[in-house]
């Protein structure tokens, strides 16, 4: 087929799910002419799995996303039909918010900001090859023949490249639900150098909200209090008539039937060649690995205000369809339920990521940026972080100027793509809380606080939404600071306040930062017995301060560790090092430090393989190189 040139852009962005929607709105945002391409126009920022945002690190992931100048909790705010705080009883480096979206809306207010985007041009078309030159990425070619030229391109095909969907002994060419795949790409990247390997991934049926007997399951309603994803949105925007989830559990029932199909899973047939989700199985794999539990939970989520569709977490399958209807009906509340949508397993191509720089650019080929699934992650706030990342990166290098690139002790995206390009992964990733070593640093409550300097330098977070950070940041410091100064009298009132808490009585004055860091008593409980600050103090200033008060030997001990690490994230590795010429060090260091090429000492010590012995070694060489080229 004749090709021609359709168009010249800074950035062309390869699909428009939540990767592509945040990597091509922080490319045109950052003043770069942008396209974003997409198989299906009616399939951008779509929801093919749960219809929700958050959750324990992934909501963390979600207000990193904002506090950098992204979108997603932005329109999560706007669509949500519930909002609930996860693990409150517990302390605030696990705590997590949580939205059920409505996943209709979602989309279409997604479509409806990339479509109003300055800068940015949406357009459908199926992208089956690069344009590459000497190396370097030059654009991309459509099945229609269009040829697209940029600076740089951002792929982010999610599970439509090369997707297979699978249910029972059925097996077909597809992307997410039904959409066409992207099978030409795939190739093409093989043919270029590029490593692929296979995942699989999968959904449960839905069912319809009418045939459910609710009364036979828990609810689970979201919260009074307001809480956003977005530091953006004002508390006085929150949803108060919200729509409820609702608890119901699998049976001896539902797992005999399971058990008596095996024969028929096609991930235990040999159907299923990709590698699953540790994190998330299916039924019958959990049937399987945990043969001692007599129930597991199944949540069952509301798709949306004005649709039937309930989404029946918890019982992800690729069993084949008359199996499904089984086994929906041995489970309390859906004896009757009417199965809309048959759950299915999707087999896809990942790039294997130790072929990334932190940058999130290939190593193989010059301006190409990975992102997403497309990297071997699960989830849409997974992707979302690296698609903001890899946009952000490629405006970046565009206009000449330094990279982003988030340690570990910046945030949770740091977190998860140091695993990916240091460790790479053998099944789809999941950030989980456990993965961040700094994670008391790491809340969702101060992401602004961490990420928000970096958003404005690179131009990417709004000037209204930096003053009103700097506003937040001065008032949490000076307010600390002040009742670091304030003493508080043993005073009857105060003495008969106390008990009334369960809190020890004073037998001397106390600095009430000092009274503040008993974990029964908060500011708002303090505020009536010392002069309130000079300026009111919202409840985010006043979390901020109370978490920083409580938590201050902690955070102290951890940020001690941040500063030992940034002396090994300083020490650079140069790009040209011959690691071969470095004979002390061990064959299996000597290869893992080849094929990751690590940019930092830091980074070097992350790698599987590689110990404290190798990274002595290393060490002592750069020093005396370093001597040597002074010579």
């Known amino acids: ?134 190396g370097v990425c030059k654009g991309v070619v459509t099945s229609t023949g269009a040829k697209y030229l940029s600076k740089s391109v951002i792929i982010t095909a999610g599970t439509a490249l090369r997707g297979e969907i699978i249910i029972g002994e059925l097996k077909y060419s597809s992307g997410p639900n039904n959409s066409q795949p ?11 150098g590029l490593t692929i390997d ?52 699998s049976n001896e029932k539902t797992h005999e039937i399971i058990r008596e199909n095996l024969h028929r899973a096609p991930m235990f047939t040999g159907i299923v060649e990709g590698v699953g989700a540790r994190y998330c199985p299916s039924i019958e794999d959990k049937i399987v690995r945990f043969s001692d539990k007599p ?5 069952l989520e509301p798709e949306g205000r004005d649709t039937e569709e309930v989404y029946v977490q918890g019982l992800s399958t690729s069993l084949p369809e008359d199996v499904q209807h089984k086994m929906i009906h041995s489970i309390p509340g859906l004896e009757n339920a009417e199965m809309m949508r048959n759950g299915y397993a999707i087999e896809y191509d990942v790039v294997v990521p130790h072929q990334l720089r932190p940058t999130l650019e290939t190593k193989v080929i010059e301006n190409l940026y990975t992102a997403g699934q497309t990297n071997g992650t699960s989830g849409y706030e997974e992707a979302a972080g690296q698609g903001l990342m890899a946009g952000i990166n490629a405006a970046l290098k565009n206009q000449g100027k330094e990279p982003l690139v988030l340690k570990r002790s910046d945030g949770y995206i740091g977190v998860m793509i140091d ?24 809340r969702h409550d101060n992401a602004d606080l961490r ?86 103090l919202d409840r985010r200033v006043i979390e901020q301060i109370e978490i920083q008060i409580k938590y201050e030997g902690y955070i102290k001990k951890a940020m001690d560790k941040v500063e030992k690490l940034k002396r090994l994230e300083a020490k650079r590795i140069p790009a040209n090092i011959d690691y071969n010429s470095i004979d002390s060090l061990a064959t299996e260091a000597r290869q893992k430090l080849i ?24 060490m002592v060489y750069l020093e005396q190189r370093k001597y040597q080229t002074l010579d």
């Open 1 to 134: 087929m004749e090709h021609y040139v359709a168009g010249e852009y800074d950035v062309v962005v390869v699909g428009a799910g939540h990767a592509g929607s945040e990597a091509a709105l922080a490319a045109a945002r950052m003043g770069q002419k942008t396209l974003l391409l997409t198989i299906n126009l009616d399939m951008v920022a779509f929801m093919p799995c749960n219809p929700s945002v958050g959750g324990p690190a992934k909501g963390v992931v979600v207000r990193e996303i904002d506090a950098l100048g992204g979108e997603m909790g932005r329109n999560i705010d706007k669509t949500y039909i519930q909002m609930r705080m996860l693990n409150t009883g517990k302390g605030p480096a696990v705590r997590a918010l949580r939205a059920q979206a409505d996943k209709n809306d979602y989309a279409e207010s997604m479509k409806h900001t990339i479509e109003r985007q300055e800068n940015l041009t949406l357009r459908q078309g199926l992208v089956d090859e690069l344009v590459v030159e000497d």
């Open 451 to 536: 990420l928000s300097e970096k958003g404005y330098e690179i131009g990417l977070l709004p000037e209204a939404r930096y003053q009103s950070f700097v506003t937040k940041q001065r008032q949490v410091a000076e307010e600390i600071e002040r009742i670091k100064g304030i003493r508080l009298k043993p005073k009857a009132d105060l003495q008969a306040f106390l008990a009334s808490k369960g809190s020890a009585e004073l037998k001397d004055g106390i600095l009430v930062a000092d009274i503040l860091k008993r974990p029964e008593l908060t500011y708002m409980d303090l505020q009536p017995f010392f002069e309130p600050a000079p300026e009111p």
């Open 198 to 249: 296979r995942f699989k991934t999968g959904t449960p049926p839905r069912v319809k909200s009418s045939t459910i007997d609710y009364s036979v399951t828990e609810i689970q309603p979201g919260d009074e209090a307001p809480n956003h994803f977005s530091f953006e949105t004002p508390d006085e925007d929150y949803l108060t008539e919200q729509l409820p989830c609702w608890l119901t559990y």
């Open 419 to 442: 695993d990916l390009v240091t460790k790479g992964t053998n099944e789809p990733y999941r950030l989980l809380t456990s993965r961040a070593e700094y994670r008391l640093l790491l």
């Open 295 to 299: 129930r597991h939970q199944i949540f």
């Open 182 to 192: 992207s099978v030409k790409l795939s190739e093409n990247l093989k043919s270029l």
């Open 595 to 618: 094929q990751i090429q690590p940019e930092t000492i830091a980074q070097a010590s992350r790698i599987s393989g590689v110990n404290p012995a190798d990274i002595s070694i290393l």
